[in-house]
């Protein structure tokens, strides 16, 4: 048996727990042997016990340090217990001078002094915001370079595989991702308005005081065009065929501006030249254009809708008399926030999810993950399902080698299985005028498919993720064979398991497919096999032997 002893009661930390159970998809029994320890259970049975301990610190109010583990540094808020050195040291806690063992194997355990669930509870509830302002340059990007929750939760994860290699027994997991994809790419456009207005000024005059020539050029191509009666910022049909080519669909969410631009207010004078109506034949085109092909209509909430649940809740339900059918989600313009009071407004008007939590000014993980989650408001979780935003194009290509930058960001949500968010704004498929947008989404795209990523919009990610959540999975381990019993069995149902390297393992009951095996993510040592159930309703019992 695996077992995880955590001492800590508080809620951040048990919610902690609950989004690492969640995440990592393991068949875990929860025991409370006492009221201020939780103990976490796998493949209980098995003739010898395998121990990792979780300690509790205080977390702080600024960056304490860096967790380092192999190639990987994760800003921490707290200050770990010191481990040892045990048999191997797995991880360091680096700040200053400063350097100790804080993750730690010994014979038949692994002691961690990083409170990985508080951290997780306390970073899901917003706390890298409260103290955002008080950084520095340098560990702003530090923060938002490395999905530091990821980072946590993958370090319990390869420590419970080492417990299964020490017991030679496999770690069983409903999959990531359908079909044994490896991660998955969230494709998604702002469509913010539909022709092109103010910018007809603003642009060339940007062009003519940064001397950007090549640029104002551009602006006169457009203009051309315009008289020729193509609509520079119409590029659905672009993007559609786009996504024809690598068999995938977005999200495009449409605003309806409803805020009044303000003379002494710069911020608010783009306001002006936005969608005003989901009834404006131009803006109802867009829509019939983007469903009709199969792509997803979301909200794109009106500028100052965010501290406004009569807003949120209108604009919904208009769109949803456009659309005549429901309107799963929506992300907030400008990314506006007001937290937790938007999130609850959202959940108010009977969205299912949002996908405004992202930086305005770079690109990276803003609350430390790639994976969605229900936010934590400090007792209890918003029912709303949150897709992080990781790259915006105009902050990408802001970036000196943006296609360099988007894979080394594409590479770590791939390492911990999460969901690469893109937002690309219609216009900017304009080649004429962003000559290298359209090229480095396609790019993007390219690479992850042959890397093994699902790419989707954000409603099929939120109905796999409700699905993956939402189906319990049973198993035992009798020493030879594993029998898993799912709660419910559809052809939608995937499940993996990590086996030594060498093992040979053979589906013996006849509602279940290999689909595919592969080296995991933990290393050679390992190896993983995927695979798809099918509904029988004589047998729902799937059973995997060690031949």
């Known amino acids: 048996m695996i077992t995880i002893k955590y001492t800590c009661p508080d809620l951040y930390g048990r919610y902690g727990i609950d989004h690492f159970i969640k995440r990592s998809g393991i068949p875990f029994t929860i025991t409370e042997?006492?009221?201020?320890?939780?103990?976490?259970?796998?493949?209980?049975?098995?003739?010898?016990?395998?121990l990792i301990t979780i300690g509790s610190n205080e977390i702080k109010n600024t960056l304490c340090g860096s967790i380092r583990c192999g190639d990987i540094s994760a800003r921490v808020c707290e200050t770990p217990r010191e481990t040892g050195n045990g048999d191997e040291v797995i991880a360091f806690f680096e700040s200053g001078e400063k350097k100790y063992a804080c993750v730690t194997r010994h014979k038949n355990g692994i002691d961690i002094g990083v409170d990985i669930f508080r951290e997780t509870g306390y970073i899901l509830s917003g706390h890298l915001d409260r103290i955002w302002n008080t950084l520095n340059d340098k560990e702003k990007q530090d923060l938002a370079s490395v999905p530091v929750i990821d980072v946590f939760e993958?370090?319990?994860?390869?420590?419970?595989?080492?417990?299964?290699?020490?017991?030679?027994?496999?770690?069983?997991?409903?999959?990531?991702?359908?079909?044994?994809?490896?991660?998955?790419?969230?494709?998604?456009?702002?469509?913010?308005?539909?022709?092109?207005?103010?910018?007809?000024?603003?642009?060339?005059?940007?062009n003519v005081m940064t001397r950007d020539f090549?640029?104002?050029?551009?602006?006169?191509?457009?203009?051309?065009?315009?008289?020729?009666?193509?609509?520079?910022?119409?590029t659905f049909n672009e993007i559609i065929a786009i996504e024809k080519h690598f068999h995938a669909s977005s999200t495009f969410f449409f605003l309806k501006e409803t805020g009044k631009p303000t003379l002494f207010s710069p911020r608010t004078w783009n306001l002006y030249g936005r969608n005003h109506s989901y009834e404006d034949p131009r803006v109802v085109a867009a829509i019939r254009t983007v469903f009709d092909h199969g792509s997803e209509v979301a909200v794109h909430g009106s500028f100052?809708?965010?501290?406004?649940?009569?807003?949120?809740?209108?604009?919904?339900?208009?769109?949803?008399?456009?659309?005549n059918r429901k309107v799963m989600g929506i992300r907030q313009h400008h990314l506006n926030l007001t937290i937790p009071d938007t999130w609850k407004y959202q959940a108010e008007a009977g969205l299912m999810y949002d996908s405004s939590l992202g930086y305005k000014d770079r690109i990276g993980f803003r609350w430390g993950t790639s994976l969605p989650f229900y936010p934590f408001n400090g007792k209890e979780q918003i029912r709303i399902q949150e897709i992080p935003l990781i790259i915006m194009d105009v902050c990408l290509l802001s970036?000196?080698?943006?296609?360099?930058?988007?894979?080394?960001?594409?590479?770590?949500?791939?390492?911990?299985?999460?969901?690469?968010?893109?937002?690309?704004?219609?216009?900017?498929?304009?080649?004429?005028?962003v000559p290298d947008a359209r090229e480095i989404y396609c790019q993007i795209i390219k690479r992850a498919q042959e890397r093994g990523a699902i790419v989707t919009n954000a409603r099929n990610i939120v109905k796999w993720e409700n699905n993956r959540n939402g189906k319990e999975l049973n198993c035992r381990w009798n020493g030879s064979s594993i029998i898993m019993n799912p709660s419910v069995l559809a052809h939608d149902y995937f499940i993996s398991f990590d086996?030594?390297?060498?093992s040979v393992f053979k589906i013996l009951s006849g509602n279940a497919t290999d689909i595919g095996r592969d080296t995991c993510s933990s290393g050679p040592r390992f190896e993983r096999i995927n695979i798809r159930a099918h509904t029988d309703e004589k047998n729902k019992e799937i059973v995997v032997m060690n031949t």
């Not at 100052?304 to 659309?323: D, G, Q, W």
Request: proline content about 8%; hydrophobic content about 35%.
């Open 214 to 234: 090549r640029g104002l050029k551009a602006q006169g191509h457009s203009l051309l065009q315009k008289f020729r009666g193509v609509e520079p910022y119409w």
């Open 33 to 50: 042997p006492s009221p201020s320890c939780f103990q976490i259970d796998y493949a209980s049975g098995t003739p010898k016990d395998f």
């Open 304 to 323: 100052y809708s965010f501290t406004k649940p009569s807003s949120i809740a209108a604009e919904t339900h208009e769109l949803e008399e456009v659309m």
């Open 154 to 206: 993958d370090i319990l994860l390869q420590s419970i595989r080492e417990g299964c290699f020490y017991q030679k027994i496999p770690l069983v997991f409903k999959s990531y991702w359908p079909d044994a994809k490896k991660f998955a790419v969230c494709l998604t456009h702002d469509v913010d308005e539909v022709k092109k207005t103010y910018q007809w000024i603003t642009r060339p005059i940007r």
């Open 499 to 502: 086996i030594p390297a060498g």
């Open 399 to 433: 970036i000196k080698d943006p296609l360099a930058a988007s894979f080394s960001v594409s590479d770590k949500v791939e390492k911990y299985h999460g969901v690469l968010t893109l937002l690309w704004h219609p216009p900017v498929f304009n080649i004429s005028e």
